[in-house]
């Protein structure tokens, strides 16, 4: 390269995250590799955000010149009503995950959790058609919507949704609207994984200084793909007791890693590759 010390000139592309705090986030390592893999002539930035200063500062990232951000924690619903276009998938979500400002500065709201959901099944299971047959969806917060449309876009014939909170479980189904949504009892009993080809935890349960999920695969299929959103650790007590019982799990992390393609392709010009590299970078420590 003609500038081996990587430094930013005005034709170079900005990006980042907001959040608050977002000091935790993946994301600009997760970029960072990317730019660098590809050469590209940009900059991935983390931008700590008080939820007051958002709307000030998404207008001003904008008149900065920026070519995008991501959005995370708590600002995901906050970022909806400040953009001028939103996907359906956004809308249906009703959260936005990943901002662009288009050349006549209009604000284009996308969300890619469900995305990412999907691509990481599909690339870590390519021989499973964990959307055939009914799914078991655990948790009804802001993930599980995600989740729900993605699955719901890809054919799945039933979605049997559980939450500690019920009503919070049958609000969203009311949202959605789609009557392959039924609400299931919390716990889980054994009969209600009967038939089912998928399981995935949308909570926080088994996360790293989280209890445990605690759940009874007895019912289950061997044949039911099992995989949880929760990355922290990456074997999760649920993960572990699938693939004990034989069943196929696919772990959380690339959810977080394919979420991020669709953003990384819009601003940077490239639709990048996950790999075991990849994985390997953003979970190391420093
Ligand atoms: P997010 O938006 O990141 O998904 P959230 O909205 O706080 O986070 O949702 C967390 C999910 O984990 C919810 O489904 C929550 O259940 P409730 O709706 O009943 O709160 C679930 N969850 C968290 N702690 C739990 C616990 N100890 N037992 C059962 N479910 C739990």
């Excluded at 990317?34 to 930035?45: E, Q, R, S, V």
């Excluded at 995370?72 to 998938?89: G, V, Y």
Aim: glycine content about 10%; some cysteine; overall charge negative.
């Amino acid at each position: 390269s003609r500038n081996p010390y990587r430094t930013l000139s005005g034709t170079s592309r900005l990006a980042g995250v907001m959040g608050w705090p977002v000091s935790h986030s993946k994301s600009p390592r997760l970029h960072g590799y990317w730019l660098a893999k590809y050469g590209i002539d940009g900059c991935y930035m983390p931008l700590p955000v008080e939820p007051e200063n958002f709307q000030a500062a998404l207008i001003s990232l904008r008149n900065l010149g920026f070519s995008g951000v991501n959005v995370t924690i708590p600002q995901k619903e906050m970022a909806m009503p400040e953009c001028d276009e939103l996907s359906d998938r956004a809308r249906r979500i009703g959260a936005v995950n990943t901002v662009t400002f288009a050349k006549d500065g209009r604000l284009l709201g996308d969300n890619t959790d469900g995305f990412g959901f999907l691509e990481n099944l599909r690339q870590e299971a390519p021989d499973i058609a964990f959307a055939s047959g009914p799914a078991v969806v655990l948790g009804a917060g802001g993930a599980c919507r995600a989740v729900l449309v993605a699955l719901l876009d890809e054919g799945c014939p039933e979605i049997r949704l559980a939450n500690r909170t019920r009503k919070r479980a049958e609000d969203v189904a009311a949202e959605i609207k789609d009557p392959r949504i039924k609400v299931i009892d919390w716990p889980v009993a054994p009969d209600a994984l009967d038939g089912a080809s998928l399981v995935v935890n949308t909570t926080s349960l088994g996360m790293v200084g989280q209890p445990k999920l605690e759940i009874d695969l007895s019912g289950l299929p061997q044949t039911a793909l099992v995989t949880d959103i929760v990355y922290a650790p990456l074997m999760t007590d649920l993960l572990v007791q699938a693939k004990a019982r034989g069943n196929p799990i696919v772990d959380g992390l690339g959810m977080l890693l394919h979420q991020a393609r669709p953003g990384f392709h819009r601003w940077f010009g490239i639709d990048p590759e996950v790999t075991q590299e990849l994985r390997d970078f953003v979970l190391s420590p420093d």
